[in-house]
C-alpha cells in the first residue's frame, strides 16, 4: 500500500458547489501538503498543514488534519469552473527530510 | 514573481539517446529536487539535492541519471541511455527550507518521449 492515497479518485460537481477530498497516508508525518495540477502543467501548492495542526484555512480552501486516522481532507468552498484540476496531496516524513511523497491525485471537474 | 523554470518543454529522443534536462531553480533556494510523472500516474521522487550533493535519490535513480549544478544557476538531469520507460513528464523544484520539508516551488515541467 502506498504513502497518501486520495479518494475519490474523480469528483464532478456543478458550479458553487463544494468539493471534498480526502487523502489516507500510512506512517507517521512531519507535515503534509495539498498541490494542484491543471492539465499538462506543473503543480502549485496549495496549503501545508503541519502535523501538530488540526485545521487550516486559506481563501476558499480548508484543510484538515486527523493524525490519528491517518488522514486529512481538502476542502473547495463555492467551486468556480476554473477550480477544474487534479488535486494531490504529499506527505513529508519524520524520517524523510525533505522529499514529498505524493498520491494519486483527485481528479476535480466543476461543470459551468 | 519568481519562478522555476525548465528547458526543454518537450524532447522526443530515441531510445539509447542521451537526454539533458535543464531547471534554473529560484535564485535565493537551497534544495532542488527532480520529480517524474509517468502520464496518467503519480508524481515520483527521483532525488534531492543540497549543498552541491545529492542528499536523497529513490529506487527509480538508478546509474543511468545523473544530476549536476554546474555553474550555481542551472540544475540539470542526464539521463544517460534513455529506455522506453523513461517516458515521462520532468519536473524540477526547489525549495527554500532548511530542516524538514516544506513547499516546494515546481517548474512547468519537460516532457520526454522516447522512441
Known amino acids: 500500500s502506498q504513502q497518501g492515497e486520495e479518494d475519490p479518485q474523480a469528483l464532478s460537481i456543478q458550479e458553487g458547489e463544494n468539493a471534498t477530498m480526502n487523502c489516507s497516508y500510512k506512517?507517521?508525518?512531519?507535515?503534509l501538503q495539498w498541490y494542484r495540477q491543471n492539465s499538462g502543467r506543473g503543480l502549485v501548492h496549495l496549503i501545508l498543514i503541519r502535523s501538530n495542526e488540526r485545521e487550516k484555512h486559506s481563501g476558499r480552501l480548508r484543510v484538515t488534519l486527523d493524525t490519528s486516522k491517518k488522514s486529512s481532507s481538502l476542502l473547495i468552498t463555492a467551486s468556480r469552473a476554473a477550480d477544474t484540476a487534479s488535486y494531490f496531496c504529499?506527505?513529508?516524513?519524520?524520517?524523510?527530510?525533505?522529499?514529498?511523497?505524493f498520491g494519486q491525485g483527485t481528479r476535480l471537474t466543476i461543470n459551468p | 514573481e519568481p519562478e522555476v523554470t525548465q528547458t526543454p518543454s518537450h524532447q522526443v529522443t530515441q531510445m539509447g539517446q542521451e537526454v539533458i534536462l535543464r531547471c534554473v531553480p529560484i535564485s535565493n533556494h537551497l534544495y532542488f529536487y527532480w520529480y517524474r510523472q509517468i502520464l496518467g500516474q503519480k508524481v515520483e521522487f527521483l532525488v534531492s539535492?543540497?549543498?552541491?550533493?545529492?542528499?536523497?535519490k529513490s529506487e527509480i535513480f538508478d546509474d543511468q541519471f545523473s544530476v549536476e549544478r554546474p555553474d550555481g544557476s542551472n540544475f540539470t538531469l542526464k539521463i544517460r541511455s534513455t529506455k522506453l520507460e523513461d517516458s515521462a513528464m520532468y519536473f524540477c523544484?526547489?525549495?527554500?527550507?532548511?530542516?524538514?520539508?516544506?513547499?516546494?516551488?515546481f517548474g512547468e515541467g519537460s516532457r520526454l518521449t522516447v522512441l
Open positions: 523544484a526547489s525549495s527554500p527550507q532548511t530542516g524538514i520539508g516544506g513547499e516546494l516551488f
Open positions: 539535492f543540497y549543498n552541491n550533493e545529492i542528499s536523497e
Open positions: 504529499a506527505t513529508v516524513l519524520i524520517q524523510g527530510a525533505q522529499k514529498l511523497v
Open positions: 506512517t507517521s508525518i512531519n507535515n
